[in-house]
């Protein structure tokens, strides 16, 4: 079989001879399997349990803060730790851990943190401009973090950018940079309400027209639930590089427990 990459015309209009083998019946897949060039998946999924109040548009997420944090434009040294001090420990919980970041040149960049208990470890980066995702590299008897393990900014442990929940093994958290010389095209998104409780669902990035707006996340569609889940609903929207993607909500009483995915196609901008 021929593992090079195709571009995305060549998998139009080529019926090349192994793709019987993989059972392989649209394009999405082809990119899945990194079959295609210039070309990924980028994706997220994320929730949020027993809110009790109804503020204006809680990020979906499950750290306290309603919205997530965006890190300052001159990039950062991060830290990170647990909340328990039986993280770490060599035969039970969590060992490592690993940061997929854009760095100073907004390119994707990672590294492998090893944890110190409830002692906070420093990021040897100190050019990060923003966590996309983070997940378990070690883990033992358990497999899971034993509390929540948090990376934030340096020297201060109430702005979390990013976090692994207790009983977790990777990030559930919906926000994501696009790197330097890429596009999202966003293809899908999912949201569901499980506590009988009306909610208005909006997913939003940082970007109008292919221009980018600091710090505003503008609407890209919306979704309103009550005790029920939307099927995937299509999108087709195109966001920028540096552009930053996430889902909000608005529940209309306290109470409340949400769940949320989005997936798109990242292409290198040649």
């Given at each position: 079989?021929?593992?090079?990459k195709?571009?995305?015309?060549?998998?139009?209009?080529e019926?090349?001879?192994?793709?019987?083998?993989?059972?392989?019946?649209?394009?999405?897949?082809?990119i899945?399997?990194?079959n295609?060039?210039?070309?990924s998946?980028?994706?997220a999924?994320?929730?949020?349990i027993?809110v009790w109040?109804?503020a204006n548009?809680e990020d979906?997420w499950?750290w306290?803060?309603?919205?997530i944090?965006?890190?300052s434009?001159?990039?950062?040294?991060?830290?990170i730790?647990?909340?328990?001090?039986q993280d770490t420990?060599?035969?039970t919980?969590v060992?490592t851990?690993?940061i997929h970041?854009l760095?100073?040149?907004?390119?994707?960049n990672?590294?492998?943190?090893?944890?110190?208990?409830t002692?906070e470890?420093?990021?040897v980066?100190?050019?990060?401009?923003f966590v996309?995702?983070?997940h378990t590299v070690t883990v033992?008897s358990n497999w899971?973090?034993?509390w929540d393990?948090?990376?934030?900014q340096?020297?201060?442990?109430?702005?979390?950018?990013n976090m692994?929940?207790?009983?977790?093994n990777?990030?559930l958290?919906p926000n994501r940079?696009?790197p330097?010389w890429?596009?999202?095209?966003?293809k899908w998104?999912?949201?569901?309400e499980?506590?009988?409780?009306?909610?208005?669902?909006?997913?939003?990035?940082?970007d109008?027209?292919w221009?980018?707006?600091?710090?505003?996340f503008?609407f890209?569609?919306?979704a309103?639930?009550r005790?029920?889940?939307t099927?995937?609903?299509s999108?087709n929207?195109s966001?920028?590089a540096?552009?930053?993607?996430?889902?909000?909500?608005?529940?209309?009483?306290?109470?409340?427990e949400?769940s949320c995915g989005w997936?798109?196609v990242?292409?290198?901008n040649?």
């Amino acid at each position: 079989m021929d593992n090079k990459k195709l571009t995305p015309q060549q998998i139009l209009n080529e019926s090349y001879n192994w793709k019987w083998w993989l059972n392989i019946t649209d394009i999405m897949t082809d990119i899945a399997l990194w079959n295609v060039a210039w070309q990924s998946i980028m994706s997220a999924i994320w929730e949020r349990i027993t809110v009790w109040d109804t503020a204006n548009w809680e990020d979906v997420w499950r750290w306290v803060a309603t919205t997530i944090p965006v890190p300052s434009p001159l990039w950062e040294q991060m830290s990170i730790a647990s909340s328990d001090a039986q993280d770490t420990d060599w035969w039970t919980w969590v060992r490592t851990i690993i940061i997929h970041y854009l760095d100073s040149a907004w390119v994707e960049n990672e590294e492998v943190i090893t944890m110190n208990w409830t002692t906070e470890v420093d990021t040897v980066a100190t050019d990060i401009m923003f966590v996309n995702d983070f997940h378990t590299v070690t883990v033992w008897s358990n497999w899971v973090a034993e509390w929540d393990i948090d990376i934030y900014q340096k020297w201060d442990n109430t702005r979390v950018y990013n976090m692994l929940e207790q009983w977790g093994n990777k990030s559930l958290v919906p926000n994501r940079m696009i790197p330097a010389w890429k596009t999202l095209v966003l293809k899908w998104w999912h949201c569901s309400e499980a506590r009988d409780k009306r909610t208005i669902f909006r997913i939003r990035s940082t970007d109008h027209y292919w221009v980018i707006v600091p710090w505003v996340f503008l609407f890209k569609d919306t979704a309103y639930l009550r005790k029920n889940a939307t099927w995937e609903l299509s999108l087709n929207v195109s966001c920028p590089a540096l552009s930053i993607v996430k889902v909000s909500a608005w529940g209309e009483q306290a109470d409340w427990e949400w769940s949320c995915g989005w997936w798109g196609v990242l292409t290198d901008n040649v």
